[in-house]
């Protein structure tokens, strides 16, 4: 059967989904040759927080699922940030359920966050989010990551004095460990497209307070960005800048690699061992990439410490004195000539609660 414009069949008898805005359809071809070569039938997750973001992405996910009939999870986050975190959540499930679109609440019972509140919430979806998709083996994560994201992380790593790994900022696709695998569809759609989409399908989306207030930095970024903008920078440079640091990323990671296979040992999925020649026959940045993927590897955390922290640490690591520190939810100890990185075992409740 062949498709005209974009015109989907879900299933045998039930009605078709059909968009003819042209914008739309841009977009979402886009979206579908990056979710076709990454994803392709299977069944992947995503996150919606009820932003113009978020929400377009839900509708997006739906019209692919109608044409290839794979099963989107939808899932929503409750941080239990505030008193009103579940009431908003429960307003986000309505706005999709008006469009047919099934979702599920995920709601954190640990410890609420007092401080660095975006990290920690940003740490605590992906734990909620991972974990779901552990328990239903869903292997794919999409993500409503855009191109205004990529430029602001890109200022933000600047700021904090990143290397090329976070210069690099985004790809495509990452792998998150050997099973799951995260998707960005959206990296080169810009986020008032997005919106566009959203007001047209949802007429409405919910504004988050927390993206006016200067006390964050990815805030005072937008600001920032609308000031050099006037000066007359150009968008596309940034984005083609980025795209050369991405290249020149994946180069360090097959030199990362060669010194995986050198000096590193997995004894365990959460335990491993490295040769402390490492830092006789590598590169500066090739030790620093190393020792910030094991982290991540080993403590099981998506995001590895920030650089500083990283650098820091390598430079006691290189001190005579070194036997032990942490770092990253890692332990990390000095033995006859190795280093020996354990994850750090904390007793704690699991934070996992889903809700129908």
Same mark, same amino acid.
């Given at each position: 059967?062949?498709?005209?414009? /974009?015109?989907?069949?879900?299933?045998?008898?039930?009605?078709?989904?059909?968009?003819?805005?042209?914008?739309?359809?841009?977009?979402?071809?886009?979206?579908?040759?990056?979710?076709?070569?990454?994803?392709?039938?299977?069944?992947?997750?995503?996150?919606?927080?009820?932003?113009?973001?978020? /929400?377009?992405?839900?509708? /997006?996910?739906?019209?692919?699922?109608?044409?290839?009939?794979?099963?989107?999870?939808?899932?929503?986050?409750?941080?239990?940030?505030?008193?009103?975190?579940?009431?908003?959540?429960?307003?986000?499930?309505?706005?999709?359920?008006?469009?047919?679109?099934?979702?599920?609440?995920?709601?954190?019972?640990?410890?609420?966050?007092?401080?660095?509140?975006?990290?920690?919430?940003?740490?605590?979806?992906?734990?909620?989010?991972?974990?779901?998709?552990?328990?239903?083996?869903?292997?794919?994560?999409?993500?409503?990551?855009?191109?205004?994201?990529?430029?602001?992380?890109?200022?933000?790593?600047?700021?904090?004095?990143?290397?090329?790994?976070?210069?690099?900022?985004?790809?495509? &696709?990452?792998?998150?460990?050997?099973?799951?695998?995260?998707?960005?569809?959206?990296?080169?759609?810009?986020?008032?497209?997005?919106?566009?989409?959203?007001?047209?399908?949802?007429?409405?989306?919910?504004?988050?307070?927390?993206?006016?207030?200067?006390?964050?930095?990815?805030?005072?970024?937008?600001?920032?960005?609308?000031?050099?903008?006037?000066?007359?920078?150009?968008?596309?440079?940034?984005?083609?800048?980025?795209?050369?640091?991405?290249?020149?990323?994946?180069?360090? &990671?097959?030199?990362?690699?060669?010194?995986?296979?050198?000096?590193?040992?997995?004894?365990?999925?959460?335990?491993?061992?490295?040769?402390?020649?490492?830092?006789?026959? +590598?590169?500066?940045?090739?030790?620093?990439?190393?020792?910030?993927?094991?982290?991540?590897?080993?403590?099981?955390?998506?995001?590895?410490?920030?650089?500083?922290?990283?650098?820091?640490?390598?430079?006691?690591?290189?001190?005579? +004195?070194?036997?032990?520190?942490?770092?990253?939810?890692?332990?990390?100890?000095?033995?006859?000539?190795?280093?020996?990185?354990?994850?750090?075992?904390?007793?704690?409740?699991?934070?996992?609660?889903?809700?129908?």
């Amino acid at each position: 059967m062949k498709r005209k414009n /974009l015109v989907v069949r879900r299933k045998a008898k039930k009605k078709e989904i059909a968009v003819k805005n042209s914008k739309i359809i841009k977009v979402y071809n886009r979206f579908k040759k990056i979710i076709l070569k990454n994803v392709n039938n299977e069944s992947f997750a995503i996150g919606v927080s009820g932003g113009a973001d978020s /929400l377009c992405l839900a509708y /997006l996910s739906k019209i692919y699922s109608s044409e290839f009939r794979n099963r989107i999870h939808v899932l929503i986050v409750n941080h239990n940030l505030r008193k009103e975190s579940y009431k908003e959540a429960l307003k986000v499930k309505k706005i999709l359920k008006d469009k047919k679109i099934e979702s599920k609440i995920l709601s954190w019972n640990g410890k609420i966050p007092k401080s660095n509140i975006q990290k920690q919430a940003r740490d605590i979806r992906y734990s909620l989010i991972f974990s779901y998709c552990a328990k239903k083996k869903i292997n794919y994560l999409v993500t409503a990551h855009h191109r205004d994201d990529q430029i602001e992380n890109f200022f933000i790593r600047l700021f904090r004095g990143s290397g090329l790994s976070g210069l690099a900022s985004m790809a495509e &696709n990452v792998n998150y460990n050997k099973k799951f695998k995260i998707i960005r569809p959206l990296l080169n759609i810009k986020k008032t497209d997005l919106e566009y989409i959203t007001l047209k399908y949802f007429k409405n989306y919910i504004k988050d307070p927390s993206n006016v207030n200067e006390k964050f930095l990815r805030v005072r970024i937008r600001k920032y960005r609308k000031n050099m903008k006037a000066e007359g920078l150009n968008t596309d440079n940034i984005i083609k800048t980025i795209n050369n640091l991405l290249s020149a990323n994946k180069a360090m &990671n097959y030199y990362k690699n060669k010194a995986f296979n050198k000096h590193v040992s997995f004894l365990s999925k959460n335990k491993c061992i490295i040769n402390e020649q490492i830092f006789s026959d +590598e590169a500066q940045e090739v030790i620093f990439k190393s020792f910030s993927d094991i982290l991540s590897l080993v403590s099981g955390k998506y995001y590895p410490p920030r650089s500083k922290k990283i650098m820091s640490l390598i430079n006691r690591l290189k001190k005579a +004195e070194y036997s032990k520190s942490t770092l990253g939810g890692c332990i990390i100890e000095k033995k006859d000539g190795f280093f020996l990185i354990s994850k750090e075992e904390r007793v704690s409740v699991s934070p996992y609660q889903p809700s129908k």
